[in-house]
């Protein structure tokens, strides 16, 4: 059986282009300083115009901020949800930081009121319990 000849010529004329590397290095730097600027002025361009926008919402946002309420109000206020709806607030055995109902849950050991943050939740038993730092190290 015969060989199949190759389709592609043997001589194909070959493009030459020199390029010294002190244009490309000179190009490139600019090219990077370039990018460079362009990144920063568009990152100061939109911390100034957040800045000028955030300040007209916070004026109209009725969310309850520590600034805006009186300092009666501010001992109120749930330190996680910040919501002032709570009708008896409890208190973090472990942090003594003040908490609506929903953001705080009992030990299942000890039985001490405990934040999310002071409290860990144990999924090896059937249900979910909630567990203080305290006594998940024992």
């Known amino acids: 059986m015969v060989k199949r000849l190759c389709p592609f010529d043997d001589f194909e004329p070959q493009m030459k282009i020199h390029v010294s590397d002190l244009d490309s290095?000179?190009?490139?730097?600019?090219?990077?300083?370039?990018?460079?600027?362009?990144?920063?002025?568009?990152?100061?361009?939109?911390?100034?115009?957040?800045?000028?926008?955030?300040?007209?919402?916070?004026?109209?946002?009725?969310?309850?901020?520590?600034?805006?309420?009186?300092?009666?109000?501010?001992e109120n206020l749930c330190h996680a949800?910040?919501?002032?709806?709570?009708?008896?607030?409890?208190?973090?055995?472990?942090?003594?930081?003040r908490f609506c109902s929903s953001c705080v849950a009992p030990c299942c050991l000890c039985f001490q009121v405990f934040c999310r943050d002071c409290s860990t939740i144990r999924y090896d038993q059937n249900?979910?319990?909630?567990?203080?730092?305290?006594?998940?190290?024992?």
């Not at 249900?127 to 024992?138: A, E, F, I, M, P």
Request: charged share 20%.
């Open 25 to 74: 290095v000179a190009t490139r730097d600019e090219a990077i300083n370039k990018v460079y600027e362009k990144t920063r002025n568009l990152l100061f361009g939109s911390a100034s115009h957040h800045n000028t926008t955030q300040d007209s919402t916070d004026q109209s946002s009725t969310k309850v901020t520590n600034q805006s309420q009186p300092r009666g109000i501010q």
């Open 81 to 97: 949800c910040k919501s002032v709806n709570f009708l008896q607030p409890n208190q973090c055995w472990f942090c003594d930081s």
């Open 127 to 138: 249900s979910d319990v909630t567990v203080c730092l305290s006594c998940s190290s024992t």
